[in-house]
């Protein structure tokens, strides 16, 4: 008897040619693709800052943002850049409408897809919801994955590979830090595949055992219990958020506690290369996770991370949507012979 | 009506029948295996050459659905898939609704499988009222209804001097208490084994802890108080050993683990495929090697289907918000003879383990071929193959990891009491 398949990543969100036609996660990505995502996005970062901003890229486009979970940040930088390509944008935010209705995400999809919109946008609690979303979309939506629960945010995990490209270069001779709820973290997970996938010579976690998933060293990153071992030589900090509701229950006794362990001072910084940029997802709890002179500080590259946010979900938009009007072409064609 | 099955290798474990031979039934009973003592007109001679005669499959876990959640299964439908895989009997947990806590219910559900008439249905009281953990559901009016055995399910007794004083009553009437261990606290909101690709995949993880924690608090008070205890539904290496322990210790303690338990693993949970979404969940391949070990051991003593059929759109949704279970009561031989394939077991010790060893667990007199026994018999080709979809399985549950495989051995013919209740096209 066969067992089922392994991994298939590849077959949801690349075409038969290797390109991008959603971007559900980073994991089995090749470099070569994420290189040419952070290329394209540099492209976006250069035009960002010329006098006019929009590229018609996705014109005639329309593009849903569907929030089935708060977010304001997150969901104004691909607002941002779908208007910027020159697409309409819809705005959902589904957590208080539908759902609370009682209609299943089946139903909320199926609604969808009669608007006839381009590219789904989503984002979820629940890991995997883009996979079930893109499963389940007709086949010309791409679907872009704003974060699904615990498992994703890959578009997130690109803007940080650009911003620590520009600082750093090659990635090869990098030690990278990731610090505070690992646990909870789909920024985390896919920073580390995407570290991983782009050569970085060393991904280290640093967290206390509570807010570490087991076995997450399979994911092929160093553990560390203290911040002094952990950040001892890394050239990249990344600081996690730590959301507040943690502490009423028994993952973390007190904020005070953690931002004395595993906040990020300039005291613990000085374990640090001297070179070493200080970055964070955000939004940023001061003296919770990080001490305000530090997010402030001159190794701080956390606003540079929102800019190249716009830059690269520009560049996976554009590069999604090809990929699906390059394979509609072809089963139009297909369809014609 | 006479039957004359001929030419089939006929494994009867109970008594160590394995040869080819005739094998005769009489008004609903075997009337005889080789030769018959005297001559018999018979209605049917089915030839089974190439095939093998065993006793009718007993499935010691198996949800049907009604009353309550007919969208997913009736107890019509459910019964006819069991025929097709060669189930002659099965027990069904007490989660329907209404719960089976008055014997108004047990009966219902009783009255209703003899009227499909596909298989015998022994239905698991409920050990409390409402499976609520705190009163004692009425046991003995349970038993007198047709309960078999009662459990919690997979909603533990969390208070833990009500437990005992539930063991103490059973053990009263010398009943049957099942366990689904499961602790509440660990399971939480955990929708697959707390391994590698649960963290990669961003899942909550159950631990392995979430069931041996209740295993070994049950069976301290197994041990108290002298019940007669079986442990439904195994996932982990484990319990396996806390089980071989306690009955090495004398305690009357069995246990059973899923067919698919046997065969796939966490591993195979990518892509968040929510036909693999299992309670008990997939565990790792070291657990699945220590359950076959259980098996081989004798400290798990029956395989089960744990069969739980959903319709379509419960497991059309984001992995962790699906509902939980596969279909299995057609795949599970075809899944408990690919061991035989792997060599894993001998043919004779599998069905064993399908027939007369879960009729012991119940107390129950057949799982045998022996003579004078009602003829619940499964006839089943090891060899032909055939591939799993919607239209080859007949339970209301298409929800099987296994759709699009293809899978070695099927069942040809049923009989439940000498009536053919399953007969392959």
Redesign the interface.
């Known amino acids: 008897?066969?067992?089922?398949?392994?991994?298939?990543?590849d077959s949801?969100q690349l075409t038969p040619e290797g390109q991008l036609k959603h971007f559900l996660t980073i994991?089995g990505l090749h470099e070569a693709l994420l290189n040419e995502i952070l290329d394209t996005a540099e492209s976006f970062v250069d035009m960002s800052a010329q006098q006019v901003k929009k590229v018609p890229l996705l014109r005639g486009k329309t593009v849903a943002n569907l929030f089935f979970e708060a977010s304001t940040r997150t969901l104004s930088t691909f607002e941002l850049a779908a208007k910027r390509l020159s697409a309409d944008v819809l705005n959902l935010n589904i957590s208080t409408s539908s759902t609370s209705k009682g209609e299943?995400?089946?139903d909320t999809l199926m609604t969808l897809r009669a608007m006839h919109c381009d590219m789904f946008v989503v984002r979820?609690s629940?890991?995997?919801?883009a996979?079930?979303i893109a499963e389940?979309v007709t086949p010309d939506v791409a679907v872009i994955n704003a974060g699904?629960?615990?498992?994703?945010h890959p578009t997130q995990a690109m803007l940080d590979m650009l911003t620590i490209r520009q600082h750093k270069g090659d990635f090869s001779k990098l030690k990278v830090a990731i610090v505070g709820d690992i646990l909870h973290s789909?920024v985390a997970?896919s920073q580390i595949h995407a570290l991983r996938i782009l050569g970085a010579e060393e991904i280290r976690v640093i967290a206390p055992q509570t807010l570490l998933?087991?076995?997450?060293e399979?994911?092929g990153v160093k553990v560390f219990n203290e911040m002094s071992r952990g950040l001892r030589d890394v050239d990249v900090v990344i600081m996690l958020r730590l959301q507040k509701e943690r502490m009423q229950t028994a993952l973390l006794p007190s904020e005070s506690e953690f931002y004395k362990l595993f906040g990020l001072t300039e005291a613990k910084l000085a374990y640090a290369k001297p070179d070493a940029i200080i970055m964070h997802p955000g939004p940023i709890n001061r003296g919770v996770e990080i001490e305000s002179s530090v997010a402030d500080g001159p190794r701080s590259v956390i606003l540079q991370q929102v800019t190249n946010g716009i830059a690269v979900r520009m560049a996976v938009m554009s590069m999604a949507m090809s990929g699906q009007l390059k394979q509609h072409q072809l089963r139009s064609e297909a369809a014609g012979a | 009506m006479n039957i004359k099955i001929t030419g089939g290798r006929i494994i009867d474990p109970a008594t160590g029948l394995d040869e080819i031979t005739d094998l005769y039934i009489r008004d609903g009973e075997i009337f005889a295996i080789g030769e018959p003592s005297h001559a018999l007109h018979y209605d049917e001679v089915i030839d089974v050459t190439g095939k093998v005669v065993a006793p009718g499959f007993i499935d010691l876990c198996a949800h049907l659905r009604e009353p309550g959640e007919t969208h997913k299964g009736s107890i019509a439908s459910e019964t006819a898939a069991a025929a097709a895989g060669g189930i002659t009997t099965l027990v069904t947990p007490p989660t329907t609704r209404p719960i089976v806590d008055t014997p108004a219910v047990a009966e219902l559900i009783q009255d209703r499988a003899a009227d499909a008439g596909f298989s015998r249905v022994m239905p698991m009281g409920a050990l409390t009222q409402g499976l609520q953990g705190e009163q004692l559901a009425p046991l003995h009016a349970l038993t007198g209804s047709g309960c078999i055995a009662f459990t919690n399910a997979r909603l533990p007794v969390k208070n833990t001097l009500s437990l005992l004083r539930c063991l103490e009553y059973a053990a009263t009437f010398d009943l049957l208490v099942v366990f689904q261990a499961q602790d509440d606290s660990l399971t939480h909101t955990g929708c697959m084994h707390?391994?590698?690709n649960?963290?990669?995949?961003?899942?909550?993880?159950i631990?392995e802890a979430a069931e041996t924690i209740e295993v070994s608090r049950c069976l301290l008070l197994v041990e108290q108080t002298g019940v007669r205890a079986h442990f439904g539904q195994l996932s982990c290496e484990r319990s396996v050993q806390l089980v071989h322990a306690a009955q090495q210790r004398g305690l009357q303690v069995t246990a059973d683990v899923a067919a698919h338990q046997l065969?796939?693993s966490d591993?195979?949970v990518?892509?968040?495929?929510s036909s693999?979404h299992l309670h008990p969940p997939l565990r790792s391949a070291l657990d699945r090697a220590g359950l076959i070990q259980g098996i081989l051991s004798g400290a798990v003593t029956a395989i089960c289907s744990d069969h739980q059929p959903q319709d379509l759109?419960s497991k059309?949704?984001?992995?962790?918000?699906t509902a939980p279970g596969l279909s299995g009561l057609e795949t599970l031989l075809?899944?408990c003879l690919?061991l035989v394939?792997r060599k894993l077991i001998e043919l004779p010790h599998l069905i064993e383990k399908l027939t007369v060893a879960p009729a012991n667990i119940l107390g129950l007199e057949s799982g045998t071929l022996q003579e004078g026994k009602p003829a619940d018999i499964c006839i089943f080709d090891p060899n032909a193959e055939w591939v799993v979809s919607d239209e080859s399985i007949r339970s209301a549950g298409k929800n099987t990891?296994l759709k699009g495989?293809?899978?070695?051995g099927r069942v040809t013919t049923t009989l439940l009491g000498g009536r053919i209740v399953y007969r392959s096209s």
Do not use: C, V, W
């Open positions: 008897m066969t067992l089922p398949n392994l991994n298939h990543y949801i994991e299943t995400l089946k979820h629940a890991s995997g919801a996979h079930f389940h699904d629960g615990r498992h994703a789909r997970r998933p087991r076995h997450i399979a994911m | 707390e391994g590698a649960a963290t990669r995949m961003g899942l909550s993880g631990p065969i796939l591993e195979q990518n892509e968040f495929d693999l759109i059309q949704a984001p992995f962790a918000e075809p899944l690919s394939e990891p495989k293809l899978l070695k």
